[in-house]
């Protein structure tokens, strides 16, 4: 009776302390949520409290209205035409390259694969410039090909995560294929690619976040307010010279984060699938 007891109050406990945690780490949002709907100078005056003092949703309705006549309609139109065709390059690219680490025997791959991944230990800043110039001499500038070109060339994280899953799929499937008349691309469509579904998806997710997220390369790259993100455009309620509508950038901060979120809890389960196989080894 003692021991279960013991058992019963150290889950007691285990649960008071991650839901602390939790709510500590939940605290940030909570905190942006309720200030998208406080008076722009109420934000930080009542910051150390979360229900406003007066129900402000016109910050919903200010902030849409965007800048210079451009209404955040344009801004959301553009993050998911440049995060849409950007998920679909990296993930199908990607695919197309673990496949053939995974499956594929030709000269130099053990090469090829370690200079891939040592591009995943290149930070951004290093290759940032050399980027920037080469782009430049294209005559990419101001465009979206910057962003979501170079997604088409594979994304080194997302292909070791599928070819980690494809090394879990049975040698023996491809070799029954072959019997059966199948080529190498018969393989890939109608083995591999319905069987590494979850890898896939993991890996459009991440590469939906990423680039809903991305702030530093539409700032570098895009030079028309009309092409901006919402990432971008966020940044256009701060202005040092005049007073800043938190309420209002507060509100497009709720409402920009509302797609991640949506995408996350439709396909969570895709990432636990894609990540927890993904490391195993038939």
């Not at 199908?92 to 496949?99: G, K, L, Q």
Request: glycine share 6%; net charge positive.
């Amino acid at each position: 009776m003692d021991t279960k007891r013991k058992k019963f109050i150290k889950k007691i406990i285990q649960h008071v302390l991650m839901i602390i945690f939790t709510l500590i780490m939940l605290y940030p949002l909570a905190w942006m949520v309720m200030s998208s709907f406080k008076q722009s100078s109420d934000v930080f005056v009542d910051a150390h409290t979360l229900i406003p003092r007066e129900w402000a949703f016109h910050n919903f309705t200010e902030g849409w209205q965007g800048f210079g006549g451009i209404t955040f309609t344009t801004f959301f139109r553009n993050s998911f035409v440049i995060t849409i065709i950007a998920t679909i390059g990296s993930v199908i690219s990607s695919t197309f390259i673990a496949y053939g680490f995974a499956r594929i025997k030709f000269t130099g791959k053990k090469l090829w694969f370690v200079l891939m991944m040592l591009t995943l230990m290149l930070p951004y800043e290093m290759v940032m410039i050399p980027q920037y110039v080469m782009f430049s001499g294209f005559g990419w500038i101001d465009t979206y090909l910057p962003l979501i070109l170079p997604t088409f060339f594979g994304v080194p994280f997302f292909i070791f995560l599928i070819m980690q899953f494809i090394r879990t799929i049975p040698t023996e499937l491809d070799q029954a294929a072959k019997i059966d008349g199948c080529n190498t691309f018969s393989i890939f469509f109608r083995i591999i690619v319905p069987l590494v579904v979850p890898a896939m998806m993991t890996a459009a997710i991440f590469s939906f976040y990423w680039r809903w997220d991305d702030f530093m390369g539409p700032l570098i790259y895009l030079v028309t307010p009309e092409k901006y993100p919402v990432s971008l455009a966020l940044k256009l309620f701060s202005d040092p010279s005049a007073v800043t509508n938190w309420g209002a950038m507060f509100a497009m901060t709720t409402v920009s984060i509302a797609p991640v979120f949506i995408i996350f809890f439709i396909f969570q389960r895709y990432i636990v699938d894609g990540i927890s196989t993904s490391g195993l080894k038939s």
